[in-house]
């Protein structure tokens, strides 16, 4: 039951205009960048991207912009991209913010079979207009709705020919959540080991959330702001 | 600037205690980090997936798969773990990190706080600021107490988008110290340097005086 | 008896195919593990905390940390995985499992299942029964036609409390395999030795023949 | 910030009557039997006690049953306990029964700042009953609350001072949810290393959850069910 692909294009190939894509990665942290370079070349439109971020102008989701490819952005944080800004503003490109807790928390939801929950998160806020509201214990809560998307593009460090991940460092962020919520869940990775090389207790991703895996050559993994100390 | 920035962050410094679980916001509340001293012990949390934030790494070190929150490279202390995005923000909505610290806008007499988005200027999110306010066991706010044009920052009703309402603990300025409680915004610390005639005079809060107030003249 | 369970265990394999990721309850669903072929490569899982369940172990290698939904001794096939129970529930809430076969003691003709309680009978309670029932991809019903005293399981309605309301896909029984689709419960298959005659006096369901009935007799 | 303790009669001794106790485990696997048992030393009675089952009538919260500490238990299975129903039907004991699946997310919720979320777990059975029923996308769910508790036992393989922990097996089970869920949290472990020492990527549960860390020795780890084929 091997489910490694030998080319990107192929898995991007069943992604079809309209669809809806969740993303892990964080800033540029974690992001499937070959996947995202494979949906660029697919010339596939009219995307309702999922993901914290949107990558920066010239790497990660930003490309996407470029392209014009994403119609819709659910996001946390869009702050590093001017052509978001640009795309915005024109009425090209919807945005819903959300706040990044909530975000991850809608995917989890979505992937683990709950359509909704509620979270302290945004009461009082404009976040929490036209929500459902409800008062537990004596504090408000909003109500907050679960994420799946059509596909999940992940970025892991380690995978078998099952789709079972492991990854590294703060490089996992949103790739689990993501990994469960992608109805066809599409794994992008540094290092195919074969099957039962992986220890079952380190496993962070579990093969059945995957239906596709990659092994990527050369990961540029772009630092966005590179902070160090005099050595 | 830099000394109202250096009281700020020395004074916000105080609310850190040993064996605390903390989160700094983006920005100046990086900047306490490391301001703590060695024999206090706190784990530091990065809410992109890490318990445990070190120091900037060493030229030529940095490590791509290695980030905070605002996408600085860093490294990691003895005993910090990696986990992630859902499993963080459970960490900080279930209220098991002891103190936010979060850099405000405005901060309102209701303890409101703005601090994401001023309406007209470009979007950018607000990340993972409206779950720390809410889910912290304490919210600190830093900011300077007027802004550039002289206008106090601490307002009898905030102007711009809020963040969270009712969700501030503790105010820290360069001029003073506010803590929010049982509904009363009231001035506990006057900054080195300012006076009790200042603070009244470039707050535009109501707020109560507390009778034990320090730095009092 | 032997014969019956045979016909019901070798029927219900058929449905497990290459690829498939499978839950088997506790109980006579669990006899098919042994039963799939080495060709047929599917991931058992076990709601406890396991993706990749093995074969038991030999004598004297059990290992207390590593065990199955059903509390027995188990082995992992490679590729397997650990987690705890809420990623295990989310795997079976979220619809990631492919399939479930579990046992019944009723299966209505709106296909609702009871298998967890008799009144008056001691409490055990429902494990994990309602939540692969309302989760997993397909759901399969696996139990004798009728019970010690000759009357029919195969129900108008339950009367016992159940486990899912409209949860059955299909039921197979050592009589005959029925399909529930579009409110419709339908006899799609006769088994070995039976005959329609005797799959209609042992049902007290209504339900329709499809027109592809194989064994017919 | 070291949070060993060196015995667990100290880490119990905070526990009062009446208090709410989640514990870990499934069956007999990857219970806090060191705690389990110093908690009957202590006598402290009417205790509710959340946990998967109830143990065996001499192993395990079994043990509590004897004793009587427990008011009420909140379960998804406990046909192993003879005492268990015995207590049950002479009224001496509460019982809540709830779905495995509904528990474990139920605990989960409750350690995340979840008050509810909706599930199509139960619904047209005896558990769905007086509670809120919603419609989303066609298909009923019902609302189910967050749990917490006073308290929460947790049995871990490794952990270091900190309180990172870390499972073997399927020993993991409940454990992470009942850490995540208890105000106070207890573990014991079979192996306490130094910190630093544990992979900071193969931590089940972060130290943030955990309040005392407690190394046990000479684990008994009895087996419910020992199923062996011939070698």
């Known amino acids: ?5 030998s080319s990107v294009e192929d898995a991007v190939s069943e992604i079809h205009d309209g669809a809806t894509l969740i993303a892990g990665g964080f800033g540029l942290c974690g992001i499937p960048e070959k996947l995202i370079l494979a949906l660029r070349e697919s010339g596939v439109k009219n995307l309702t991207v999922v993901s914290n971020n949107c990558g920066v102008d010239d790497w990660g989701l930003g490309l996407l912009l470029k392209t014009k490819q994403i119609k819709k952005m659910i996001a946390s944080y869009v702050g590093e991209n001017k ?8 009425g090209e490109l919807e945005v819903e913010l959300v706040p990044q807790g909530t975000l991850a928390e809608r995917l989890r939801a979505g992937g683990a079979g709950i359509p909704a929950f509620y979270t302290a998160t945004g009461v009082g806020t404009d976040i929490a207009r036209g929500k459902e509201h409800k008062v537990f214990n004596g504090r408000t809560y909003i109500m907050e709705k679960g994420i799946t998307g059509d596909f999940a593009f992940v970025k892991a460090w380690k995978a078998d020919p099952y789709g079972n991940l492991i990854y590294r460092k703060t490089a996992r962020n949103f790739n689990p959540v993501a990994a469960r919520a992608g109805k066809t869940t599409i794994a992008e990775v540094e290092q195919l080991v074969g099957i039962g090389e992986l ?33 | 600037m830099a000394g109202k920035r250096h009281f700020i962050l020395e004074r916000a410094l105080k609310e850190i205690k040993d064996g605390m679980n903390v989160n700094l916001g983006i920005g100046m509340p990086t900047l306490i980090a490391d301001r703590i001293p060695e024999d206090v012990h706190v784990m530091l949390q990065s809410e992109n997936g890490l318990l445990g934030i070190g120091a900037y790494p060493k030229e030529g070190e940095a490590d791509p798969d290695l980030i905070n929150a605002g996408k600085e490279t860093v490294t990691v202390v003895p005993g910090a773990s990696y986990f992630d995005s859902a499993e963080s923000f459970a960490m900080i909505r279930g209220g098991h990190i002891d103190l936010a610290i979060l850099g405000g806008m405005e901060v309102s007499e209701e303890g409101d706080l703005a601090n994401w988005m001023i309406p007209g200027k470009m979007i950018k999110g607000m990340g993972g600021a409206m779950d ?25 009703r905030c102007s711009l988008p809020l963040t969270g309402q009712g969700v501030v603990d503790c105010l820290i300025t360069d001029l003073a110290v506010f803590q929010f409680k049982d509904d009363e915004m009231r001035l506990v610390e006057i900054q080195p340097g300012a006076t009790l005639h200042e603070v009244q005079n ?9 009778d034990g107030l320090t730095s009092y003249q």
Chains 1, 4 share one sequence.
């Open chain 1, 199 to 231: 220890d079952p207790d380190r496993i962070h991703t579990p093969g059945v959330y995957v239906r596709y895996v990659f092994e990527g050559k050369n990961y540029e993994k772009r630092i966005e702001k590179l902070t160090t100390v005099k050595a």
């Open chain 1, 1 to 5: 039951m091997s489910k490694v692909i």
């Open chain 2, 132 to 156: 720390l306010v809410q889910g912290a066991g304490r919210t600190i706010v830093i900011m300077d107490h007027v802004n550039k044009h002289g206008e106090s920052k601490v307002k009898k």
């Open chain 1, 83 to 90: 052509l978001f800004e640009q795309q915005y503003l024109n």
């Open chain 2, 202 to 210: 470039k707050t535009e809060a109501d707020f109560l005086i507390d």
